[in-house]
């Protein structure tokens, strides 16, 4: 894979932030040995159906080490769904929200395919803002 951008080296991990309120409990479900270093395999490039797209492996990792089955994910860059999937792999509340309606479209296509279901669109009144 060539180097895309005008850096020298190839990008080999990403970053992972999270967070949670100033007293508020933290809870972490992963195993006491886990490290913050995790290998995954990368989404093969001719099967991606976004650019940035994330292995569902990574999310199911995530996801499982920072929730119980029946809590809800959040995840505001939705781009190809791996999030989705993983919550439907794992039995949590998925949240999703992208900007693109052509990737919007790309996460109800993925979810339906997994699931072997039929998504309904739910039309909402629009808030002006006054």
Same mark, same amino acid.
């Given at each position: 894979? !060539? $180097? ?6 190839? =990008? ?10 100033? =007293?508020?409990?933290?809870?972490? #479900? ?9 290998? $995954? @395999? ?8 976004? %650019?940035?797209?994330? !292995?569902?492996? %990574? ?5 499982? #080490? ?6 809800? $994910? ?9 999030? %989705? ?13 992208? %900007?693109? !309606? ?10 339906? @395919? ?17």
């Amino acid at each position: 894979h !060539p $180097v895309l951008t005008r850096k020298d080296f190839m =990008g080999a991990f990403e970053i992972c932030f999270y967070g949670w309120r100033e =007293g508020a409990g933290h809870k972490f #479900y992963g195993p006491n040995n886990t490290t913050d270093l995790w290998h $995954v @395999k990368k989404v093969n490039p001719q099967s991606m159906v976004h %650019l940035t797209e994330k !292995p569902v492996e %990574l999310a199911v990792r995530a996801i499982q #080490y920072s929730s119980l089955t029946g809590e809800n $994910v959040l995840d505001l860059f939705g781009g190809s769904g791996s999030t %989705l999937i993983a919550c439907e792999q794992t039995g949590r509340k998925a949240f999703l929200m992208e %900007l693109d !309606p052509p990737y919007c479209d790309t996460i109800v296509q993925r979810w339906e @395919k997994f699931t072997g279901k039929q998504a309904q669109r739910v039309q909402c009144e629009t808030v002006s803002e006054t």
